[in-house]
């Protein structure tokens, strides 16, 4: 069982897709994220993923590394994160997944990492820099009880793509281009490779990240999969605003309108 999927599943049913929003844990400010994680949910978010800091987040373009080290300098740590992510699912019912890297967790021991995160009321976890030949070894066996979301990009070939759908719950995250997050300044948009992935996914449903910016690349990618994660246009737009937020949430709302039953396609 797996709440993620099922939630997922749920809305599908009712003809939406979903939108999956990634916030960096404790960015733009460590005491009121909380807040602005729900305010986030409320403007139409399906999804939470909580980014934990990290210094080199390899996966991560610029805009997300800077929200990383704004975070790691106001003093966010992972026991803050585990807080927020408490603090956020006790209040909604709606899946929060945790997203950051294997050394962070590393160092804070797996298995209490996954302790924690279950406690704290976490979905699931993507940890990007895993890969799957590490699968058994990092996640069989401490994280069983929390969805593990794996990638797939487009240099990988199909039979990995069905190992991949094998071994992810919640969903598959399907990376649209090639390299790391980002806003794109025209939609590089890779239907043919999101197809192709749709294709060789069975038992998973499929969410489509990195470089989904603007409504466009939102109305582009729907009709080939089951929701789309934005992150790096959150985190820029929070970047420019002061305190308010009320563009970000605007955007948000923006983006979940295209993903209901009934809107345009």
Do not use: W
């Amino acid at each position: 069982m797996s709440l993620t999927s099922d939630y997922i599943k749920n809305k599908n049913g009712n003809g939406e897709k979903v939108l999956s929003i990634f916030l960096t844990a404790g960015f733009p400010d460590k005491q009121s994220f909380t807040k602005l994680a729900l305010d986030v949910l409320n403007a139409g978010a399906d999804l939470l993923e909580i980014g934990f800091p990290f210094s080199d987040p390899l996966a991560d373009g610029p805009i997300i590394q800077q929200s990383s080290q704004a975070a790691i300098e106001n003093g966010v740590t992972l026991d803050d994160v585990f807080i927020y992510v408490k603090e956020i699912s006790n209040q909604t019912d709606k899946p929060v997944i945790m997203m950051g890297y294997a050394n962070p967790v590393l160092n804070f021991g797996m298995e209490r990492f996954a302790k924690r995160a279950k406690a704290s009321g976490a979905a699931g976890v993507i940890i990007p820099d895993v890969p799957i030949e590490e699968y058994d070894n990092f996640f069989e066996n401490h994280f069983s009880g929390l969805d593990v979301i794996l990638l797939v990009t487009p240099t990988t070939p199909n039979e990995r793509i069905k190992l991949i759908d094998e071994k992810s719950r919640g969903f598959v995250y399907c990376v649209s281009v090639s390299g790391t997050t980002g806003m794109r300044k025209e939609a590089k948009s890779n239907i043919e490779f999101v197809e192709r992935v749709r294709t060789h996914i069975s038992k998973n449903k499929m969410l489509v990240g990195f470089g989904i910016s603007t409504p466009d690349d939102v109305e582009s990618y729907k009709p080939y999969c089951d929701g789309v994660i934005v992150g790096s246009a959150v985190i820029k737009s929070l970047m420019n605003e002061n305190g308010s937020y009320n563009e970000t949430l605007e955007l948000i709302r923006k983006l979940k309108a295209l993903l209901l039953a009934g809107s345009h396609e």
